[in-house]
T-cell receptor, first 114, second 114 residues
Framework: ETGVTQTPRHLVMGMTNKKSLKCEQHLGHNAMYWYKQSAKKPLELMFVYSLEERVENNSVPSRFSPECPNSSHLFLHLHTLQPEDSALYLC?????????????FGPGTRLTVL | GDSVTQMEGPVTLSEEAFLTINCTYTATGYPSLFWYVQYPGEGLQLLLKATKADDKGSNKGFEATYRKETTSFHLEKGSVQVSDSAVYFCALTPVEGGSYIPTFGRGTSLIVHP
């Protein structure tokens, strides 16, 4: 138990659906992250938020839309996804965006796009 | 830009064997260095870290020493167990440039047989 929860744990959706992934951290951290983990590929950083402000957007397609309403919650809104978007989506948090800060990861949402 | 290079996996060992997973990095200055571990079906979790040159991080019998001269942070364990089977990620966080976004290696899968 890392203090970071993600729901749902598994999601199957069609290409025309709209869904949202939710992440919640109970650690009092100020920074939150979304990563994409695909088989045979490096971990891909998608978005970074610090104090609810987006500070990094790594050329992610617009069909992925993040939202950070407060420092404890992070969402990833999905629409018109492609089969190649099937992956494990990991949320993480850290105390701040400091160089020595440890990242705490949630268990991930396994997304399958049909 | 910053980068982290890990040895290709999978690494397959028998129980009680000695483990080394190599990690080298490219970065300016003295980044903080981390090893994260991902057990099947879970997110990543911190295994150990070192924040300055010659520091040794250690946890659960694993060790890694921050070697500035060789830009390396190799992970070692004297006697592995079946329960150590997981994917291991080396990572760095820069200390210069004002951006503390972490960079991860591709991960090394470890399989330990009884």
């Amino acid at each position: 138990e890392t203090g970071v929860t993600q729901t749902p744990r598994h999601l199957v959706m069609g290409m025309t659906n709209k869904k949202s992934l939710k992440c919640e951290q109970h650690l009092g951290h100020n920074a939150m992250y979304w990563y994409k983990q695909s088989a045979k590929k490096p971990l891909e950083l998608m978005f970074v938020y610090s104090l609810e402000e987006r500070v990094e957007n790594n050329s992610v397609p617009s069909r992925f839309s993040p939202e950070c309403p407060n420092s404890s919650h992070l969402f990833l809104h999905l629409h018109t996804l492609q089969p190649e978007d099937s992956a494990l989506y990991l949320c993480a948090s850290s105390q701040d965006l400091g160089s020595t800060d440890t990242q705490y990861f949630g268990p991930g949402t396994r997304l399958t796009v049909l | 830009g910053d980068s982290v290079t890990q040895m290709e996996g999978p690494v397959t060992l028998s129980e009680e064997a000695f483990l080394t997973i190599n990690c080298t990095y490219t970065a300016t200055g003295y980044p903080s260095l981390f090893w994260y571990v991902q057990y099947p079906g879970e997110g990543l979790q911190l295994l150990l870290k070192a924040t300055k040159a010659d520091d040794k991080g250690s946890n659960k019998g694993f060790e890694a020493t921050y070697r500035k001269e060789t830009t390396s942070f190799h992970l070692e364990k004297g006697s592995v167990q079946v329960s150590d089977s997981a994917v291991y990620f080396c990572a760095l966080t820069p200390v210069e440039g004002g951006s503390y976004i972490p960079t991860f290696g591709r991960g090394t899968s470890l399989i330990v047989h009884p």
